[in-house]
């Protein structure tokens, strides 16, 4: 019996930097060794975490990005593990030049220009005919903060305001006194800190702002452009100043695609794009019915005017007949009941649906879950296919390396080796 890993060092648990020397916080005696990058002595709080001495920092690195410079607000941990991903940004250092904190922009090099948008403040139009599935853009984060900076404020059924902090523990808030209103207080140091020790902060105060006068202005940028995502198994928020002129589309011709080994976030065109066609992304899950956008959307604090929510009502009900029709099928056929012919025939529609719909960017999720359900019915061959389609359309518009990818990979392995063993047997 084993009662010990036979190889603990390989094993993923041990993995987290806790002995490195690229783990330091505002006690550390130096932070200037070789191998950092940060700029400026972490300032640290205990108080953003409900577990007992559990640190947030702010970690700047003002040389970043050709001294565009970048602030992170998170944990000690979480900031050693970026400090290899920092680096990996020198490889782009040609994809970096048209950072200037000039507010509209066009360089001959670039598919694309920065220009206003009657009615939306900025956006970006492709300057020449883009093809489907060309990245766009290459953006570098200028901040990126874990959701701990970002308390939510919750009502029960009997109306008590309750704080929802990262782990999902809830704490009523004393009477009278507004969580947000303390959120703001208490994060307003750190966004300061954060954008004082930032190489370049016009880049990030030219970008717009939703509620003015609330919150620190950094805060309120973040809130307003940047994207949820997801960094050393962290929730955060990441705010790329150029990527962030994409003004929203429901029915989007682009993608933002992370990439957690160099923390960039491209634009991937998901269509063809004609030259002086606005280039847009969706800020909200795709694929949704207008009422559930609209309301989506009122998070964002803006009216949606994109072609889609400004469309003739005809068109917009049968476009969302098809998105409940599609959400139909998609609990149908996973439903343990569902008899293999209903199962094909589904997907068939399905397939039609999401092609009228243009939901390209979900393909992947979607085929994914068709190979388990193909494979649970005894169908590796179509498992197979639906798998095979899943990973290129994953591979395409999200993190290679991310998880998606991975598990997708190692679900072909499982559906090939069944594959070769029935061939094996049969033959
Ligand atoms: C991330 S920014 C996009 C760039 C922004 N237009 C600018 O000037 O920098 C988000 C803001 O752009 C505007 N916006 C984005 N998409 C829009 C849309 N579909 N309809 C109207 N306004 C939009 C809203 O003011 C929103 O708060």
Redesign the pocket.
């Known amino acids: 019996l084993q009662t010990t890993c036979p190889n603990p060092l390989l094993s993923p648990l041990y993995a987290a930097p806790k002995q490195s020397p690229l783990l330091v916080d505002d006690e550390s005696d130096s932070f200037d060794i070789p191998n950092l990058p940060w700029t400026h002595q972490p300032l640290c709080s205990t108080s953003f975490s409900d577990i007992p001495g559990e640190k947030f920092c702010v970690f700047s690195s003002a040389s970043y990005n050709l001294g565009a410079g970048v602030s992170f607000l998170t944990t000690p941990e979480t900031a050693a593990g970026l400090v290899v991903a920092i680096d990996r940004a020198a490889d782009h250092w040609l994809e970096r030049r048209h950072f200037k904190p000039q507010e509209e922009f066009q360089h001959p090099d670039l598919p694309y220009a920065i220009i206003?948008?009657p009615?939306?403040?900025?956006?970006?139009i492709a300057t020449r005919k883009i093809s489907r599935f060309e990245t766009i853009m290459r953006a570098f984060p200028a901040v990126i903060a874990d959701n701990a900076f970002f308390p939510r404020e919750e009502e029960d059924e009997a109306g008590v305001k309750f704080k929802v902090t990262e782990g999902g523990t809830r704490k009523a808030t004393p009477a009278g006194e507004s969580v947000r209103a303390r959120g703001f207080v208490k994060g307003r140091k750190y966004y300061q800190r954060a954008l004082e020790q930032m190489g370049d902060r016009q880049r990030v105060l030219?970008?717009?702002?939703?509620r003015k006068g609330e919150m620190h202005v950094l805060e309120d940028v973040i809130r307003?452009?940047a994207f949820g995502m997801t960094v050393n198994g962290r929730d955060c928020k990441g705010l790329y100043p150029e990527i962030?002129?994409?003004?929203?589309?429901?029915d989007p011709n682009a993608f933002p695609r992370f990439t957690s080994n160099d923390l960039v976030m491209s634009a991937v065109a998901t269509r063809d794009i004609m030259p002086g066609e606005e280039i847009?992304i969706s800020?909200i899950p795709l694929g949704m019915p207008t009422s559930y956008r609209a309301k989506s959307?009122g998070n964002?604090?803006?009216?949606?005017?994109?072609a889609l929510?400004t469309a003739p009502a005809e068109a917009r009900e049968a476009s969302d007949s098809r998105r409940e029709r599609l959400m139909e099928l998609f609990y149908a056929m996973q439903d343990s009941e569902t008899q293999y012919d209903a199962l094909v025939d589904w997907t068939r529609e399905f397939i039609e649906l999401a092609q009228v719909e243009r939901l390209i960017t979900k393909i992947g999720e979607y085929y994914q879950v068709f190979m388990k359900l193909y494979y649970d019915k005894g169908d590796p061959e179509s498992a197979k296919k639906y798998g095979e389609a899943a990973l290129y359309f994953a591979e395409i518009f999200s993190d290679t390396e991310g998880g998606f990818c991975t598990s997708l990979r190692e679900d072909l392995q499982v559906v090939e080796k069944v594959l070769a063993e029935s061939k094996a047997k049969s033959g």
């Open positions: 206003s948008i009615g939306k403040g900025k956006g970006v030219n970008l717009a702002r939703s307003t452009n962030a002129r994409m003004n929203h589309a429901c847009t800020y959307l964002w604090h803006f009216n949606c005017t994109c929510c």
